[in-house]
Nanobody
Framework: QVQLVESGGGLVQPGGSLNLSCAAS????????MGWYRRAPGKQRELVAT???????NYADSVKGRFTISRDNAKSTLFLQMTSLRPEDAAVYYC?????????WGPGTQVTVSS
């Protein structure tokens, strides 16, 4: 069992930046594939970005060039740097950890993009 806790969400103006973090309650963080997902009001949860155990990354087309996913295995923490934020990026952002078919989710952190 892995517990995940996201932080760093908040209110930002269009064009602004936010940095999200996800702290994992495991010393075996390095063996988990990790990802960020988001759910906007009235929409299904969608993939934002993923990072493998080997640090290979994948991004949704809508965030490529604006968001950067990274991980610090020593600190059991996942990051998402978000720049050039748009109103359509507003959502609850969730951290995900996956290993051998088992997946874990954090409670989410709200990102609001508004002037």
């Amino acid at each position: 069992q892995v517990q995940l806790v996201e932080s760093g969400g908040g209110l930002v103006q269009p064009g602004g930046s936010l940095n999200l973090s996800c702290a994992a309650s495991t010393t075996f963080f390095s063996v988990y594939s990790m990802g960020w997902y988001r759910r906007a009001p009235g929409k299904q949860r969608e993939l934002v970005a993923t990072i493998t155990t080997g640090n290979a990354t994948n991004y949704a087309d809508s965030v490529k060039g604006r968001f950067t996913i990274s991980r610090d295995n020593a600190k059991s923490t996942l990051f998402l740097q978000m720049t050039s934020l748009r109103p359509e990026d507003a959502a609850v952002y969730y951290c995900n950890a996956g290993l051998a078919g088992h997946y874990y989710w954090g409670p989410g952190t709200q990102v609001t993009v508004s002037s």
